[in-house]
């Protein structure tokens, strides 16, 4: 069982993000971390995998960096690790992306494809579905919950009245959400054992692939400061108060 989970290495969030003064494209340091989506993603596999006789790989584009994203990914377990950078890539919008990632995980060969719901930085939340198109197989998205057999895959899918039951046969593609299992913390074992784990990188043209970035960001402007809330003294009717608030925003 060939289980590939796509790992996103992103700017460190505890530290504030800068964009490009011309391109206002986010800058991304070679000190990267695995965006936390992605722990979800690598732990479902290693289950799934430990539990199939399977293998693990990571699959992500970006600038390699450090590879310290990578690596932490390494440590949880998984087997080996596909990287593709190149510089063309900066600024790649989600169908770009999806597009790389298709062909990097279409020469690697799975079973199953894990990936997080959505990115912490760019959280455009489509590329998953995008791979599953490109690679013609099923989308399986917002997995509460994944069973796998040796030919087919089962999910709770998450919903707003509670969860689906989707099902699918293999070769397929899952998308988890946050909390779906406990992410393992890497031990110094694993740590010592990721700097000896294979970790091969391609360029766009070792794929076979042209750039193709049409994105352009014309403007960015700030989010609006949130101003201090309303303070309401509760001298027994505070709560006609806020039922008026309610109404006001239309939420009753
Ligand atoms: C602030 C900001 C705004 C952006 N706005 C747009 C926009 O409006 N339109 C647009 O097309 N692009 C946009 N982008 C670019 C887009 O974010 C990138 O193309 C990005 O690489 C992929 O999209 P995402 O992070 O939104 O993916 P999502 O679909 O949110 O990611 C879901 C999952 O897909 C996998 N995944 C995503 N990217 C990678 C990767 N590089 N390597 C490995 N796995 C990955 C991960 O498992 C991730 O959890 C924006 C980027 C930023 C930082």
């Known amino acids: 069982m060939k289980v590939v989970v796509c790992v996103k290495q992103i700017p460190d969030p505890a530290s504030p993000y800068t964009l490009e003064a011309d391109s206002h494209w986010l800058v991304r340091p070679s000190e990267q971390v695995l965006d936390d989506t992605d722990r979800y993603g690598v732990e479902m596999g290693l289950q799934l995998a430990q ?5 693990v790989t990571l699959v992500s584009m970006g ?24 510089s063309t890539l900066r600024g790649a919008d989600a169908l770009t992306t ?8 279409a020469n690697e060969g799975f079973d ?14 489509v590329v998953p579905q995008m791979i599953a198109e490109l690679l013609d ?12 057999s040796p030919d087919a895959v089962s999910i709770h899918r998450q919903t707003d009245l509670g969860y ?17 299992v406990e992410p393992r913390y890497p031990t110094f074992k694993g740590i010592m054992e990721a700097k000896k784990k294979p970790v091969e990188t391609f360029s766009i043209a070792d794929l076979g692939l042209e750039p193709t ?28 108060r806020i039922v008026e608030k309610l109404e006001e925003v239309k939420v009753i």
């Open 213 to 240: 970035i049409e994105q352009t960001v014309a403007a960015i402007t700030a989010a609006p400061e949130r101003t201090a809330g309303e303070k309401i003294e509760d001298e027994g009717e505070a709560y006609l």
């Open 164 to 180: 689906d039951v989707v099902n699918a046969s293999l070769p397929a593609l899952v998308t988890v959400t946050a909390g779906v």
């Open 98 to 105: 999806a597009r790389i990632l298709a062909k990097a995980i």
């Open 112 to 125: 199953l494809v894990i990936a997080g719901t959505e990115s912490t930085d760019g959280y455009s939340g």
């Open 63 to 86: 600038p390699a960096g450090n590879m310290q994203g990578i690596r932490q990914a390494l440590a949880m377990g998984a087997d080996k690790a596909v990287v593709v950078d190149d």
């Open 137 to 148: 197989v099923p989308a399986l998205t917002y997995a509460t919950t994944v069973d796998l």
């Open 51 to 55: 539990a199939n006789e399977g293998s």
